[in-house]
């Protein structure tokens, strides 16, 4: 018989072997609070136009030179489900406004450090959240009082200019001015009138060599691929697309010929030439100038389109037959044969063009508002040019928000500074508890000017006095300015504002996931399953792969 050995009393007997379990302040609170407080200190220093790059190598080998917090979190794959809560908060901001991740989780990691010197102190986790929920309550009310000046018509190059350009400097910071008229200007080109902006309508293209300044726009579609025919120019083109092969139809049975002379072998294929010849030649007199095809072109068929003086373009993405449909307005047809006019698009300019070394199909649209822009982003290394394309998307992000709201104040640190000195005032007129949890509230919003002083090498202390003292005269609209020497400016006449709703976002994200966090107070892990791990969503290619 064999020997049992008794399970531990207690509420682990009821779980599976190998299960985890903590409680209590100081293993479940304690230890979130201690991996939350981590991970925010690893971004902290990515945070400003003067923030420090994160080399990651991910499970694939890919390598990224990053300081956006979004890649950074994506590609770390954070295990401990604390901060996943942190990653999960980021991940909402990403979506909802597109910028203000680091802002989210250097905020919620602040708010937790003082969280937890709340909790030394003796107040229950209860306590400190309802204070931290007063606190935000007062920080939403007290947000749209600091606006400093609203974009009333995000189609004005100028305007849009002013509202995108301090969410580039994390990224480009010297070349924010230049990037910035380059996105508002493709941004207003594919922004209908009355309609919601898509940021899926603004495409990047990455070409090696040059400089960031020879960046430039095309109204159109830009392809890094070579034409498959000998025809590289056409002008006013009608396109059709087939999202199949463009060759002759084989039959999908197999047979046995039997051919007794050399005349049967000589027209053995000729009759399935001819049919292919007569089906271009249809094509052709339809007016079609261009085809783009999903799939490969058989060597008769691109024979028959250079003699009918046919361009052939072939995509192997079906997410850019798609886009390039909804730049020239087409439909894309699944077999070969002779489109509809209501099938076919329109096309100012196909040609081929040579960017660097590198051989390039535009589509040009010039008369008429284009559906589609892409920006082409030159550079001298991939992830120089990667860093770019990320500083990119973030201002066709803001151009978006901007669309729906156009309210804007002052950045560098002025926004923070002054909702920290108001609601420390508000903390002070509350009688019970809660007035420590609104104070540290005040507290952890300093941590935002403070990352910012520390990464441009400035005494954050000093800084942080300076910036009291400025607010304290009424001046809101003192940042800190991380190349004077006076180490303070009037931001809003430097023009570094940034979106109110990046703010307003980041400041309820980042305080949700840490009353979450602060809520939990027991943490049961199952033992992991054994065996290969499911591939991650997402992991092949998407809709916004080159």
């Known amino acids: 018989m064999a020997l049992h050995v008794p399970r531990v009393p207690g509420i682990s007997q009821m779980f599976q072997e190998g299960t985890k379990h903590f409680s209590g302040l100081d293993e479940a609170i304690s230890r979130n609070i201690e991996a939350c407080v981590q991970l925010a200190d690893t971004l902290k220093s990515t945070y400003g136009p003067y923030g420090m790059n994160k080399l990651i190598i991910n499970h694939l080998e890919k390598m990224f030179v990053t300081s956006d917090a979004a890649v950074i979190l994506n590609e770390l794959e954070i295990q401990h489900p604390a901060a996943k809560l942190m990653v999960f908060a980021s991940d909402i901001q990403e979506r909802e406004v597109g910028d203000g991740t680091s802002f989210v989780i250097i905020l919620a990691g602040a708010l937790l450090q003082n969280a937890e010197e709340l909790l030394k102190m003796g107040l229950a986790p209860v306590e400190i959240v309802q204070g931290y929920e007063l606190a935000l309550d007062k920080a939403l009310e007290i947000l749209p009082n600091l606006m400093c000046t609203e974009v009333k018509d995000c189609l004005n190059e100028e305007e849009a200019v002013k509202g995108i350009r301090a969410a580039l400097m994390s990224k480009a910071y010297g070349n924010e001015d230049f990037l910035a008229r380059l996105i508002a200007k493709a941004c207003i080109l594919v922004k209908q009138e009355k309609m919601p902006f898509n940021v899926d309508n603004v495409r990047v293209t ?7 300044d020879d960046s430039s726009i095309i109204e159109g579609m830009v392809f890094k691929r070579m034409v498959e025919g000998d025809i590289q120019k056409v002008e006013k083109a009608t396109v059709a697309v087939f999202t199949c092969p463009f060759d002759s139809q084989m039959t999908e049975t197999k047979g046995t010929v039997l051919i007794q002379s050399a005349n049967e072998l000589l027209n053995y294929s000729r009759g399935e ?39 052939a373009v072939r995509l192997q993405s079906k997410f850019d037959v798609r886009r390039l449909c909804k730049t020239v307005g087409a439909t894309p047809l699944p077999k070969v044969c002779t489109p509809s006019k209501e099938e076919c698009g329109f096309c100012d300019q196909v040609y081929v063009s040579e960017i660097g070394d590198t051989h390039v199909v535009i589509f040009k649209q010039e008369n008429k508002q284009s559906r589609i822009s892409t920006i082409v982003i030159r550079g001298s290394t991939d992830s120089l040019m990667d860093e770019f394309s990320r500083a990119v998307d973030d201002g066709v992000n803001n151009f978006k928000a901007l669309s729906q709201d156009g309210r804007l104040v ?108 602060l809520r939990v107070d027991q943490i049961v892990m199952s033992k992991p399953a054994g065996g290969p791990k499911p591939p991650q969503a997402g992991g092949g290619m998407d809709a916004d792969d080159d």
Not at 280 to 291: F, L, M, S, T
Not at 463 to 487: F, M, N, P, T, W
């Open 273 to 311: 030439e001819t049919l292919l010849e007569q089906q271009i030649k249809e094509i052709a007199d339809a007016g079609i100038r261009v085809i783009v095809s999903g799939g490969k072109y058989g060597d008769m068929a691109l024979h028959y389109l250079n003699k009918y003086k046919i361009m």
């Open 410 to 517: 002052p950045g560098a640190g002025a926004v923070e500074i002054e909702l920290a000195k108001q609601i420390s005032k508000y903390g002070e007129t509350l009688p019970g508890l809660e007035q420590y949890s609104v104070k540290k509230f005040a507290d952890s919003l300093e941590s935002l000017p403070k990352a910012l002083g520390d990464n441009a090498g400035l005494k954050s202390s000093e800084i942080i006095s300076k910036l009291y003292a400025a607010h304290q005269e009424g001046d809101r609209s003192v940042g800190i300015d991380i190349d004077g020497e006076q180490s303070v400016k009037n931001v809003e006449k430097a023009g570094i504002l940034d979106l109110y709703v990046t703010k307003h976002w980041g400041i309820k994200n980042a305080l949700d996931a840490v009353n979450t966090i």
């Open 206 to 212: 990455k070409i090696i060599g040059s400089g960031i």
